[in-house]
């Protein structure tokens, strides 16, 4: 009689890489669930900021409506830190725990291991941006209606959605690099400059503004902006197309960039450097 065959490995299911990323991932080799990380990033980021910049506001002359303006764009950059920091350093902990190697051999689809890397962030940068707004309307002159808010809701989301995919493509990138910190700085400030967040992007040169055209905070912002003004809903249903359009970009370029890098890293042996 023959040596029975060896019953063939179970590829794991979308479902369960995706719980795995999702929920597991996050509070074992990620990092990023820490109590004292989670509450920080929430509470307290949003507050320094806005402060901060309403400070450069006012002492540059700028009055009431320009820190409101100022406050709420900060309010709204602030998902920064947990939707494109938080995601992108993903692969900066598995580098330094040794479980990238392990990762990217394993049979588990990417799709659902990318996209589960970034549930917990997306809810992170709701509850960032929420806060961020009612920092903005209790002390810094920020008025928000209430016929306002179901637009104001939905155009949050879109946010949060698009700049985790916008921190899943940059993750992609650093898988080829040694570090995703200066990536991701990068990008912090850039957005802070060409999206929006401190002044009009009429008040950018033509080049510049199409650049911050290409960054979903910049939609992101501009939906939120409108919303809160009680933009039209034919008008608003456009801007939240493009911010979504953002997001399925983003994702989409991601998957092409972790599968790309994932294949130069191996063969550099940059893989494994941290």
Known sequence: ?????????????????????AVLAPRTSLGFMRLDFVLGTIFVIPLTQMVFFAFVVQLGGGGASAIAYTALGNAV???????????CQTTDHEKQQGTMEHLLVSPAGRLAL????????????????TVGLLYATLFFGVSIPAATVPGLVVSV?????AMVGFGLLLGGVALYLRTSIILGNIFLFVGLLLSGVNFPLSNLPPVLQYLGDALPLTWGLAAIRAAIDGTALGSL?????AVAISGIVSIGLSIACWDYFERRALSTGSIARF
Not at 77 to 87: C, H, I, K, R
Not at 237 to 241: C, G, K, R, S
């Open 77 to 87: 950059a602030t998902v920064t830190y947990s939707s494109v920091f938080s995601v």
């Open 157 to 161: 989301v879109l946010t949060a959605f």
């Open 237 to 241: 249903a456009l801007l939240w197309a």
């Open 114 to 129: 990318y996209l589960g890397r970034g549930l917990i962030p997306i809810f992170t940068s709701l509850a960032t941006v």
């Open 1 to 21: 009689m023959g040596t029975p065959l060896a019953p063939a490995p179970n590829r794991p299911t979308f479902g369960r890489t995706f719980w795995a990323n």
